[in-house]
């Protein structure tokens, strides 16, 4: 399978505890992205990086969260003291780089903060 | 104001209808716009790229509007497939690379 993958593809994790998510690009991508989603609202913008570089963050993204592209291939975000607000589900997306925007999704993680 | 503004809808319509959206954003300096489908619990899907003299793809015509900052999506015969929401995209114009989505609109097909 060449597409987007993540992992865990579900996360059940009680307040307060730290949780840490991984998405694997599609491989000749350079650009990757990573959203929230809640029940009945679209994507929510996170952050997302440029290669290994991370170019923009959502104010949403608080200092609780951190993602990391070390290499420039796989991410990871990381929620620390998680929250019940946190529970959403988490995409990852990337694309090509360069003027292409197409964005291609990963089936995401779903959080649940109990 | 949010920067890509949709109506929830749900759309409810007889199979065979035309369905048509409306999508408008707030940033005049943005250049990609496109129109994803999500499933119920699945990601989002690219549906169509809207360029500026409009597109089209089988039963689905994209249609761009920079005067009035609004991008719209047509489908005719619609099908019970077509079931689903469908999210306006939009580049945020500030930084070319952030990609801004609406909240969707649920379209729902009746036999």
């Known amino acids: 399978d060449t597409g987007v993958s993540q992992d865990p593809r579900h996360k059940i994790t009680k307040r307060g505890q730290n949780v840490t998510f991984r998405c694997d690009p599609i491989?000749?991508?350079?650009?990757l992205y990573w959203y929230r989603q809640t029940l009945g609202q679209g994507p929510e913008f996170l952050t997302y990086?440029?290669?290994?570089?991370?170019?923009?963050k959502s104010r949403l993204l608080s200092d609780r969260f951190s993602a990391e592209r070390p290499k420039g291939s796989f991410s990871t975000l990381e929620i620390q003291r998680t929250e019940q607000g946190d529970s959403a589900m988490y995409l990852c997306a990337s694309t090509r780089g360069g003027l292409t925007y197409e964005q291609y999704f990963g089936p995401g993680t779903r959080l649940t903060v109990t | 104001r949010k920067e890509v503004e949709q109506d929830p809808g749900p759309f409810n319509v007889p199979e065979g209808a035309t369905v048509a959206f409306n999508c408008t954003y707030s940033n005049s300096a943005s250049q990609s716009f496109f129109w994803y489908r999500q499933d119920c619990r699945k990601e989002p899907k690219l549906l169509m790229s809207v360029y500026s003299s409009g597109n089209e793809d089988g039963r689905f015509t994209a249609q761009l509007n920079r005067a009035s900052q609004y991008i719209s999506l047509l489908i005719r015969d619609s099908k019970l497939s077509d079931s689903a929401t469908y999210l306006c995209v939009v580049n945020s114009g500030s930084s070319a690379s952030k990609i801004i989505f609406g909240s969707g609109t649920r379209l729902s097909i009746r036999p």
């Open positions: 491989s000749e991508h350079n650009r």
């Open positions: 990086f440029q290669n290994e570089a991370q170019l923009e």
